[in-house]
């Protein structure tokens, strides 16, 4: 089929992003609260009415494009009259991405930035030859895959550039490559999580990476923000999954990586996991792939406080049994999952803490490593739930989104924030990020879990939901002033998997230290002199 197309400026018909403009994802699978999460906004927070709805897409006002006719000329040169376009119409959904302010300033009526134009390069000679192009006339590029950026990574800044573009790379949208010998996969960067599954599927083959931002991000976007998957636990981030990159930066074309290690100096790869297009644009990935898991079983469990439970996902890990996935909500967030049961499939009600276990592979490893694994939980306290909660859980498990929307739309700010440490400070990290969290916003609502276990240590994943009040954009940045502080004090990362971008870049200098951040703007001017690539983000 087709994809939906749009007309745009300069003779173009762009395909549609593939999210709505002011909310995440598929509309169709937006969802009304429930009567229990209705009744519990009223009493915990006092929110009980609808927020006042925001513009139509066609009412929203952007300031003038400033890309010149000229310039339109010279990029639908590079790529193709109808990959370029001035459109509002494509510059609205690459106005930025999906955080709760993004989404507070969409449904904003006062005048809103976006890109001055939206390019969709279909190669990386296309892609050197519009990099070459936005150098001589200092116009920045901002590189978009599926548009899920939660950090103002995707925000339009031009700094003191004359205008900006979003370079659109879902063209760069094949599979290359599959060794099944070696297991790696040579994949475009412009595929989204479901296409690079569904191309590897017809092999017998999996990824296997499934962040919450699964059907809609791409692989590039995975490799530039170092992305981590529900199913990390058996197959690890994003950036361990990487076994090469082809890269395009404005001073030439980088290809990384030849074997499956090295001694040949640092690994330069490292410099573009994580670069968030800052330094170069990552047009393919090779991949680690596995045959698709013969076998998957399920199992939930409850534990009775959170410190039990952070104590017994230690050991597991620790312990090495292999689940795939393996996963802690704290006593607050348990029970919002209870009030949400009709909307994740009728779980069985569960007190204390809930913990979610998956295993995958052959019948005979799972059957291992599921019995080392629950063996691990029995004898740390756990009692097992059955399967259904870790069924209910995988079904719900990118929808998450969707309510934060539905939230919105009633009056409640909800947003997420995440940061990870060894084991020996999660405890006060915890009690750190909440306390800051809920002395900036009085009354709020902190839910925790703990979603990425290593043998050291941990990530921890909190979501904020409060009243929406007054000014709700101040509000946030200073809740967000304060957890990022409270954080960097704690001596845990400023970001586990979502990256910097332009949020968390007033912390990157106590992340790195000044030496650091001196190197990565050493790299920057050697790769991208003219400054032209995503302004604004991860480097201070």
């Known amino acids: 089929m087709a994809p939906e197309t749009q007309a745009g400026a300069a003779g173009a018909a762009l395909p549609l992003p593939p999210m709505k403009w002011d909310a995440w994802g598929d509309p169709a699978l937006a969802k009304d609260l429930s009567a229990d999460i209705k009744g519990l906004l009223a009493a915990a927070l006092g929110v009980t009415g609808d927020a006042t709805p925001g513009p139509a897409?066609?009412?929203?006002?952007?300031?003038?494009?400033?890309?010149?006719?000229?310039?339109?000329?010279?990029?639908?040169?590079?790529?193709?009259?109808?990959?370029?376009?001035?459109?509002?119409?494509?510059?609205?959904?690459?106005?930025?991405?999906?955080?709760?302010?993004?989404?507070?300033?969409?449904?904003?009526r006062a005048p809103q930035d976006a890109p001055d134009a939206v390019v969709?390069?279909?190669?990386?000679?296309?892609?050197?030859?519009?990099?070459?192009?936005?150098?001589?006339?200092?116009?920045?590029?901002?590189?978009?895959?599926?548009?899920?950026?939660?950090?103002?990574?995707?925000?339009p800044e031009r700094g003191d550039l004359t205008a900006v573009i979003s370079l659109d790379l879902r063209r760069l949208d094949r599979l290359h490559e599959l060794d099944e010998t070696s297991g790696e996969a040579v994949l475009g960067a412009g595929l989204t999580g479901p296409a690079a599954e569904a191309l590897l599927a017809e092999r017998g083959y999996e990824l296997g990476h499934y962040p919450q931002s699964?059907?809609?991000?791409t692989l590039g976007g995975f490799a530039a923000t170092r992305s981590s998957g529900q199913d990390s636990a058996g197959h690890g981030r994003f950036d361990e999954m990487v076994r090469g990159l082809r890269v395009v930066t404005p001073v030439g074309v980088l290809d990384l990586g030849r074997a499956p290690a090295s001694a040949a100096g640092p690994d330069l790869r490292e410099l573009f996991l994580g670069s968030e297009g800052t330094l170069g644009v990552i047009t393919a990935v090779r991949l680690r792939v596995h045959p698709l898991p013969a076998v998957k079983a399920h199992e939930a469990w409850s534990l009775p406080d959170f410190a039990t439970g952070s104590?017994?996902?230690?050991?597991?890990?620790?312990?090495?049994?292999?689940?795939?996935?393996?996963?802690?909500?704290?006593?607050?967030?348990?029970m919002v999952n209870l009030a949400m049961t009709e909307q994740i499939g009728g779980a069985p009600a569960v007190t204390g803490c809930l913990a979610v276990t998956v295993f995958e592979g052959t019948a005979e490893q799972v059957a291992t490593r599921h019995r080392l694994?629950?063996?691990?939980?029995?004898?740390?306290?756990?009692?097992?739930?059955?399967?259904?909660?870790?069924?209910?859980?995988?079904?719900?498990?990118?929808?998450?989104?969707?309510?934060?929307?539905?939230?919105?739309?009633?009056?409640?700010?909800?947003?997420?924030?995440?940061?990870a440490a060894s084991w020996s400070r999660l405890p006060s990290l915890r009690t750190a990020v909440t306390e800051a969290l809920t002395t900036a916003l009085p009354g709020a609502l902190v839910l925790c879990h703990i979603s990425h276990v290593y043998p050291t240590g941990a990530s921890?994943?909190?979501?904020?939901?409060?009243?929406?009040?007054?000014?709700?954009?101040?509000?946030?940045?200073?809740?967000?002033?304060?957890?990022?502080?409270?954080?960097?004090?704690?001596?845990?990362?400023?970001?586990?998997?979502?990256?910097v971008g332009a949020d968390h870049r007033p912390w990157m200098t106590d992340e790195i230290g000044e030496l650091g951040v001196r190197i990565l703007r050493a790299v920057k001017a050697e790769l991208d002199p003219a400054g032209i690539l995503n302004p604004g983000k991860l480097i201070p």
Request: hydrophobic share 45%; aromatic share 4%; proline share 4%.
């Open 311 to 334: 104590a017994a996902l230690r050991a597991v890990e620790q312990a090495g049994t292999g689940a795939t996935v393996i996963r802690l909500s704290d006593e607050a967030e348990t």
């Open 120 to 155: 969709l390069p279909g190669d990386e000679q296309e892609i050197a030859a519009v990099l070459a192009l936005c150098a001589e006339r200092r116009i920045a590029v901002v590189p978009f895959g599926g548009g899920t950026s939660v950090v103002g990574g995707l925000d």
């Open 57 to 108: 897409a066609d009412e929203v006002l952007l300031h003038p494009s400033r890309i010149t006719a000229d310039d339109l000329k010279a990029l639908a040169a590079a790529v193709g009259e109808t990959n370029v376009s001035a459109a509002d119409a494509d510059r609205l959904p690459r106005a930025g991405g999906k955080s709760t302010p993004d989404l507070l300033r969409r449904r904003s």
């Open 460 to 499: 921890l994943y909190f979501t904020v939901v409060a009243a929406l009040g007054e000014d709700p954009l101040t509000r946030w940045a200073a809740a967000k002033r304060a957890a990022g502080d409270a954080i960097v004090a704690a001596g845990a990362t400023i970001t586990h998997h979502h990256a």
């Open 373 to 419: 694994t629950r063996d691990t939980l029995l004898a740390a306290g756990a009692t097992s739930l059955g399967e259904a909660p870790a069924r209910a859980w995988e079904h719900g498990r990118f929808n998450a989104p969707y309510l934060r929307d539905s939230l919105l739309s009633a009056g409640a700010l909800c947003e997420t924030l995440e940061t």
């Open 214 to 217: 699964f059907r809609y991000a």
